[in-house]
């Protein structure tokens, strides 16, 4: 258990601005990171190993990418107890994202609205951070899962995107445990339309060959994973599923194990928090209200894709009962981010023990 209970910080967080907090956070763990003052935040790990795409996680629980979109707080992030941490989204060249104030709470719903807009520092300070880190110089089969998430720039046309998903994949892909090629912030122009049919095969297409590449280059085969959003109706996910299923299984229909899904990303839906201050923020939604619109999507895929295709779900969890609910929902990993704004690091131990209960279950 943590030295400094979370309840004790959030009033002091949540009295300033949310993206100000948010810096000042990330600071603190990039600074106390492999320190003895990590002992504020750290949480022991549960050990509840699972291979899920060909790769062991030590427990079934990690963050989702967004928090540490440039990669400074690996290891201080690795200490709260996370069986794997998702870093980025990173894009080849740095931006500074959208104009402030781009973060709003509603805390009354437990949710977050952002716009931040892949702010990062762009890809070669991405790496050199990602190669910093202890983790990564020390990671053996016993350790903490890394997935390395990215995107594309905004001044790319949308017609050239492949492009910079095939750039950061080549930066990445050496110092990865897995990849996530995200399609789905609302946050970026024209983004969500690489999810369509043509344009995601043709992405898809493009990053399978470049990776048998990089597996021959590399001698190790990673997987891919796919994260969209949650705002999709059932002829979109069935076009999602067919294209994954094209990429993702062998001739005889069995998973191949070197492409998965993450479900979902931020909505775009309001209905859960009409009337709420900053309700009508543009941005992507997250927390409590996107909990049924994930899980509607993970469970389709489930159905679609069958009972082996690899399923991260994220979206919602704010408590270990959540986290249960995604994997009744048909995830194989659940993922927390704005659950680790409300409730602190304590959130990732019970949704741990909570799921590896229910996997005893099963």
């Given at each position: 258990?943590?030295?400094?209970?979370?309840?004790?910080?959030?009033?002091?967080?949540?009295?300033?601005?949310?993206?100000?907090?948010?810096?000042?956070?990330?600071?603190?763990?990039?600074?106390?990171?492999?320190?003895?003052?990590?002992?504020?935040?750290?949480?022991?790990?549960?050990?509840?190993?699972?291979?899920?795409?060909?790769?062991?996680?030590?427990?079934?629980?990690?963050?989702?990418?967004?928090?540490?979109?440039?990669?400074?707080?690996?290891?201080?992030?690795?200490?709260?107890?996370?069986?794997?941490?998702?870093?980025?989204?990173?894009?080849?060249?740095?931006?500074?994202?959208?104009?402030?104030?781009?973060?709003?709470?509603?805390?009354?719903?437990?949710?977050?609205?952002?716009?931040?807009?892949?702010?990062?520092?762009?890809?070669?300070?991405?790496?050199?951070?990602?190669?910093?880190?202890?983790?990564?110089?020390?990671?053996?089969?016993?350790?903490?899962?890394?997935?390395?998430?990215?995107?594309?720039?905004?001044?790319?046309?949308?017609?050239?995107?492949?492009?910079?998903?095939l750039t950061c994949l080549e930066?990445?892909?050496?110092?990865?445990?897995?990849?996530?090629?995200?399609?789905?912030?609302?946050?970026?122009?024209?983004?969500?339309?690489?999810?369509?049919?043509?344009?995601?095969?043709?992405?898809l297409g493009a990053v399978s060959?470049?990776?048998?590449?990089?597996?021959?280059?590399?001698?190790?085969?990673?997987?891919?994973?796919?994260?969209?959003?949650?705002?999709?109706?059932?002829?979109?996910?069935?076009?999602?599923?067919?294209?994954?299923?094209?990429?993702?299984?062998?001739?005889?229909?069995?998973?191949?194990?070197?492409?998965?899904?993450?479900?979902?990303?931020?909505?775009?839906?309001?209905?859960?928090?009409?009337?709420?201050?900053?309700?009508?923020?543009?941005?992507?939604?997250?927390?409590?209200?996107?909990?049924?619109?994930?899980?509607?999507?993970?469970?389709?895929?489930?159905?679609?894709?069958?009972?082996?295709?690899?399923?991260?779900?994220?979206?919602?969890?704010?408590?270990?009962?959540?986290?249960?609910?995604?994997?009744?929902?048909?995830a194989d990993l659940v993922q927390?981010?704005?659950?680790?704004?409300?409730?602190?690091?304590?959130?990732?131990?019970?949704?741990?023990?909570?799921?590896?209960?229910?996997?005893?279950?099963?």
């Open positions: 258990m943590s030295l400094l209970p979370y309840a004790l910080t959030r009033p002091f967080l949540f009295g300033m601005d949310p993206e100000a907090a948010h810096e000042l956070t990330l600071d603190a763990i990039a600074r106390f990171q492999n320190t003895p003052l990590a002992c504020l935040f750290s949480e022991a790990r549960i050990e509840d190993p699972v291979t899920v795409a060909g790769v062991r996680f030590p427990n079934r629980v990690g963050l989702a990418a967004g928090l540490d979109k440039n990669a400074r707080c690996i290891d201080g992030l690795a200490a709260m107890g996370f069986g794997f941490v998702e870093v980025g989204t990173v894009t080849p060249k740095g931006q500074p994202g959208n104009p402030k104030p781009r973060m709003f709470r509603l805390p009354q719903a437990q949710a977050l609205i952002n716009r931040l807009g892949f702010n990062n520092e762009g890809l070669e300070a991405f790496l050199a951070n990602v190669q910093r880190s202890r983790l990564r110089q020390t990671a053996g089969s016993e350790g903490m899962r890394l997935g390395l998430n990215i995107g594309k720039n905004a001044a790319t046309p949308i017609e050239q995107a492949t492009d910079d998903y930066g990445v892909y050496p110092h990865a445990d897995y990849v996530t090629v995200n399609i789905s912030s609302p946050n970026t122009k024209n983004l969500r339309s690489l999810q369509s049919d043509e344009a995601l095969d043709a992405l060959e470049r990776r048998e590449l990089l597996v021959q280059r590399t001698r190790r085969r990673i997987p891919v994973f796919l994260k969209i959003a949650p705002d999709l109706d059932d002829g979109q996910i069935e076009v999602i599923a067919a294209t994954l299923r094209r990429y993702g299984t062998d001739t005889q229909g069995e998973p191949t194990n070197s492409l998965g899904v993450i479900a979902t990303n931020t909505t775009l839906s309001r209905e859960a928090v009409k009337g709420l201050a900053h309700a009508e923020e543009t941005g992507g939604l997250s927390g409590a209200p996107v909990l049924a619109a994930s899980n509607r999507v993970i469970k389709a895929l489930r159905t679609a894709l069958g009972p082996r295709f690899p399923i991260i779900g994220v979206g919602g969890v704010m408590s270990a009962v959540d986290a249960v609910s995604k994997m009744e929902a048909g927390i981010y704005t659950g680790l704004i409300y409730q602190g690091p304590a959130l990732v131990k019970t949704s741990a023990l909570a799921l590896k209960a229910r996997a005893a279950r099963r």
